[in-house]
């Protein structure tokens, strides 16, 4: 008998299988990192990673039935609903703002203003927010639209694509969205981008 045979061959090992649970352990720590460059690669970009595209732009505006803000009046007359005939033919600026939002605060004397300007039909959602409080910060603040509609669940809010309030969206003449402003106005903002697309919306007037 060889002496191989005497000491006996050990036995080959058998490899080792990961289970799928293994596998997808790591899936958090892949997806995190593929964030962390998309968002590294935006900011050494020079780009404001506050300009989010919107896949509205170039499309038709969502529907438009809300309810009216109860008690909102101007010259003691109940403010118009927002519904699809308060915006049907008209260069739009739809507005999502509430009374909790200390940015739309910041930019509401700007709303102010542009509600002076002839060229445009400046109206607003309310959104999440509550009645009496709504009506009292356009009370020490102002109204500037022509028409608003409440979302006190923020259902409408979602058909828009919002991602965070104040947002401000365009519409043209046929009520396609042909522009959006993520976060509140500044006077450069409305300068550099709004009036552009305002002129762009009226067909160059």
Known sequence: MSSDAKQGSAPEPTPTRKSPRQFLAFVPLVAFV????????????????????SVLIGTK?????LAALDGLKRDGVQVPTLTDAEVDGKVTLVNIWASWCAPCR????????????SRINLVGINYKDET???IRFLG????????????PKGVAAI???VYGIPETYLLDKNGNIT???????????IRDDLFPAIEKALGGA
């Open 106 to 117: 910041q930019e509401h004397p700007l709303l102010m203003v542009l509600a002076q300007d």
């Open 34 to 53: 593929a964030l962390a460059v998309i968002f590294y690669s935006a900011l050494i970009s020079g780009r404001d990673v506050s300009e989010v595209p």
């Open 140 to 151: 020490e603040l102002g109204n500037p639209y022509a028409a608003v509609g409440v979302d």
């Open 61 to 65: 505006a969502p529907l438009l039935n």
């Open 159 to 161: 058909d828009w694509g």
């Open 132 to 134: 009496p409080n709504a």
């Open 179 to 189: 522009f959006k402003q993520i976060g509140p106005f500044n006077p450069d903002s």
